[in-house]
């Protein structure tokens, strides 16, 4: 068995390693059996907009990319850190501690859980 790390390749560990895995090491990205570029995470666009019922302040960003599995509650952590929320003290109740708590993450009008 051999074990090092990738600064310590010098190539002679060529005969105990798949070939695949040799090219993905000498390119410095990884390719499959085949010696093709495997893809990064698949990445999504979208937006972030203020629902028309709300009176909180509308987000001043573009579109925004994210790996194509992403967390509501990551989202919505990005929109107070944007927005600089805050909880209003006579909306503030036992147990829900952050902002983020008072927050819901709508999808063409369903509730994203």
């Known amino acids: 068995m051999v074990s090092k790390t990738i600064q310590e390749w010098d190539g002679s560990e060529t005969s105990l390693l798949p ?3 040799v090219r993905s090491i000498d390119r410095g990205y990884g390719v499959n059996d085949r010696g093709e570029p495997v893809a990064e995470t698949p990445k999504i666009g979208f937006h972030l ?5 709300s009176d909180m302040q509308q987000m001043q960003q573009g579109k925004l990319n994210a790996p194509q599995i992403l967390r509501a509650r990551k989202v919505l952590s990005y929109a107070v850190s944007k927005l600089n929320l805050e909880i ?3 909306m503030q109740r036992p147990g ?3 902002a983020v708590d008072y927050l819901e993450l709508l999808c063409q009008d369903e509730l994203d859980p």
């Open 49 to 53: 907009l203020r629902h028309p019922a």
């Open 96 to 98: 829900l501690d952050k």
């Open 88 to 90: 209003p003290p006579h």
């Open 19 to 21: 070939e695949w895995m």
